[in-house]
C-alpha cells in the first residue's frame, strides 16, 4: 500500500501551493491559527478486498491524531460502511477507484473519500432505522448509510466535477474539539475538494 504523506515545503505551505498548483485537497476556506497537516492519502480498486486497507489507513490516521478508542470505532465503521457502499452500489461490480485523503487539523481530523460511481447523496432521502418495527415490516438497506453518516461528528457530501466527495469528520476533544456524541450537520468550514 503506497501513502503519500504530502510533505509540506520548507516554508511550511504545501509543496502544491509553493508550485503555484492551486490550493491541495486538504484546503479548508477557514483561516485557522495552526494549518491541516496532511496525514496522508491511498488509491484503492473499487473492490471489497480493498477495504482492510482502508480500514488500516483509515485507524492509522486516527491514532496519529490521538482519538479514543471509542471514537477510532466509529471512524472506522463510518469509512467501512461508506467504503462498501461506494463498491457495492456505486461501482456496482465495475471497475473504479476509491480516492482516501486524510488531514489532521488543530481541532479536528477528516477523512475524505473520492470517487467516479453515479452521483450519490447519502442524505436524499436517509431515514433513522426503525429499530422498533418487527423485522419482517422492516424496510431493507440504508442502515449502512445512517450509520456512516451518523458515527462521525460530522458528515459532508458533494458533487465535484462529476465526483462524488464525502468527508467524514472527528472532533479531537482536549485540542478545543468537544466530546459530544456523533451527529451531522452542516456549515460553511469544510475542506473542499478539486
Known amino acids: 500500500m503506497a501513502i503519500d504523506h504530502g510533505a509540506p515545503s520548507a516554508a511550511g505551505v504545501p509543496a502544491q501551493v509553493a508550485r503555484g498548483g492551486g490550493l491541495p485537497l486538504g484546503a479548508v476556506r477557514r483561516v485557522t491559527a495552526e494549518p491541516a497537516v496532511s ?18 489507513f483509515v485507524l492509522d490516521v486516527g491514532r496519529r491524531a490521538g482519538l479514543s478508542e471509542s471514537a477510532l470505532y466509529r471512524l472506522r465503521l463510518a469509512a467501512d460502511e ?33 470517487d467516479d460511481a453515479p452521483a450519490f447523496d447519502p442524505h436524499q432521502g436517509m431515514r433513522p432505522p426503525e429499530l422498533d418495527a418487527p423485522l419482517s415490516e422492516r424496510r431493507i438497506g440504508g442502515l449502512g448509510v445512517y450509520l456512516a453518516v451518523t458515527a462521525v461528528d460530522e458528515y459532508r457530501y458533494e458533487l465535484v466535477a462529476g465526483r462524488n466527495v464525502s468527508t467524514l469528520v472527528m472532533l479531537l476533544p482536549g485540542r478545543g474539539g468537544s466530546s459530544r456524541p456523533p451527529r451531522s450537520r452542516g456549515g460553511d468550514d469544510e475542506p473542499t475538494a478539486e
Open 82 to 114: 461508506l467504503a462498501t457502499n461506494i463498491v457495492m452500489h456505486g461501482y456496482r461490480g465495475r471497475p473504479g477507484e476509491i480516492a482516501v485523503e486524510a488531514a489532521i487539523e488543530p481541532e479536528r481530523l477528516w477523512v475524505r473519500f473520492q
Open 39 to 56: 496525514a496522508g492519502r491511498i488509491k484503492v480498486r473499487a473492490a471489497l478486498e480493498e477495504l482492510d486497507r482502508i480500514a488500516a
